[in-house]
């Protein structure tokens, strides 16, 4: 078998393609990767030098790129997506190019070409905003607040469309807030672990009760492989970390495991639009698929900062842009960086 891992070169993908190095001996991946600021060849150390993965310089929105490199493949893990909301804000541009048009770009290749299976992995973020009490359902209603989000909303409306109309064997992971390795610290966690480590301010948006679910990436990856090798066309499931907290909880316990100081915490100005609460009912996948999370917050959060502390050498690259002049040397022009 042969899966195309858009993406494969962030956060999530790129610890999706060691999943399936490590669990699944008999499945070669071809990650498709536009390289944007949150992609980086250095997020796949160790696993480009098999046989087994391959990367591909491609944009998602590239209908030519796409079809040429689909071409043969088995199945597709779409993660290639603009992610972060506070970008989304500022503008809006990128995120519908890559997660609206470049899902329905690799939708149409897929069909075109008789992909087996399709995976899209989406957000609980697609639900809206929660009060103080419910979770988010499969059955939720989506409402989306930020362009992010909204375009996230679109994409899965997209996959549904393709199963209904044309028979694409199509499926959506909706996750709640994922943290571990290889995060780019521009997110809530790496960030806050990178600036108490280095005694600077901790900019904790608005009044900091706004309360996310955290999933760890390692149980993430595992419930998306197992949708994409056991899900039915049409299904969508959530997946929840169990591990509700407000944010200025998760920076308390950052200063706590780094012996950072809270005067390191700033409240600054919300973030327009900004979501109260998450919360994830996850047990549609639970009772379909046996999965649950294994990870508690505390012990995966003082995995993920010790990782940190161990990889400086990743940190510095990304921290430095010096991981972007890998691709000056081997893409030339041929690579827009901004
Ligand atoms: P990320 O920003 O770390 O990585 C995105 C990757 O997509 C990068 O490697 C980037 O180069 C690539 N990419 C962007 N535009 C592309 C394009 N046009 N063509 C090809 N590649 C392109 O993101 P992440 O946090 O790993 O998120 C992966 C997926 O999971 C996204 O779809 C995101 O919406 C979803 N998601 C993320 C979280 C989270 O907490 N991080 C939670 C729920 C869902
Ligand atoms: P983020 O990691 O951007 O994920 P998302 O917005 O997709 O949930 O943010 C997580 C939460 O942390 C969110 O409520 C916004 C908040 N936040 C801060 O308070 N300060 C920060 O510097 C960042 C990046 C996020």
Redesign the pocket.
Same mark, same amino acid.
């Given at each position: 078998m042969h899966v195309l891992v858009?993406?494969?070169? #962030?956060? +999530?993908?790129s610890n999706f393609v060691r999943y399936v190095f490590d669990h699944w001996p008999a499945w070669r991946v071809t990650v498709?990767?536009?390289?944007?600021y949150?992609?980086?060849l250095g997020n796949l150390t160790g696993l480009l030098d098999s046989e087994r993965v391959r990367f591909v310089h #491609?944009? +998602?929105?590239d209908p030519r790129q796409v079809r040429e490199t689909l071409e043969g493949t088995d199945a597709v893990a779409?993660?290639?997506?603009?992610?972060?909301v506070d970008r989304s804000i500022l503008d809006s541009g990128?995120f519908i190019?890559?997660?609206v048009v470049?899902t329905q770009v690799l939708l149409n290749a897929a069909r075109e070409l008789g992909v087996e299976r399709f995976l899209q992995?989406?957000?609980?973020?697609v639900y809206g905003s929660l009060g103080p009490d419910g979770t988010f359902r499969e059955d939720t209603p989506l409402a989306p607040n930020s362009p992010?989000s909204a375009s996230?909303a679109a994409a899965d409306l997209l996959v549904r469309a393709a199963v209904r109309t044309y028979g694409l064997r199509g499926m959506v992971v909706?996750?709640?807030?994922?943290?571990g390795p290889y995060?780019?610290p521009e997110?809530l966690i790496p960030l806050m672990i990178l600036q108490a480590a280095e005694g600077k301010r901790l900019p904790v948006y608005g009044d900091g009760l706004h309360v996310r679910d955290w999933v760890h990436v390692e149980d993430l990856v595992a419930a998306i492989g197992l949708v994409l090798q056991r899900g039915q066309p049409g299904d969508i499931f959530n997946v929840g970390g169990a591990s509700e907290m407000p944010n200025l909880d998760v920076v308390r316990m950052i200063i706590e495991m780094t012996g950072a100081s809270e005067s390191q915490i700033e409240l600054v100005e919300d973030r327009p639009g900004h979501d109260r609460r998450y919360a994830m009912d996850f047990s549609r996948l639970e009772a379909a698929l046996g999965w649950r999370p294994t990870r508690s917050f505390r012990e995966g959060l003082r995995d993920t900062i010790a990782w940190y502390e161990a990889h400086q050498d990743w940190l510095h690259a990304v921290r430095t842009g010096k991981y972007r002049d890998f691709y000056r040397q081997q893409y030339g022009n041929r690579l827009a960086l901004p």
């Open positions: 858009t993406g494969g070169c #962030g956060f +999530i993908g498709f990767d536009s390289l944007t949150a992609g980086n #491609g944009d +998602i929105a779409n993660f290639a997506a603009e992610s972060h990128p190019r890559t997660n470049g992995v989406s957000t609980d973020e992010y996230k909706r996750s709640s807030n994922a943290y995060q780019f997110k």
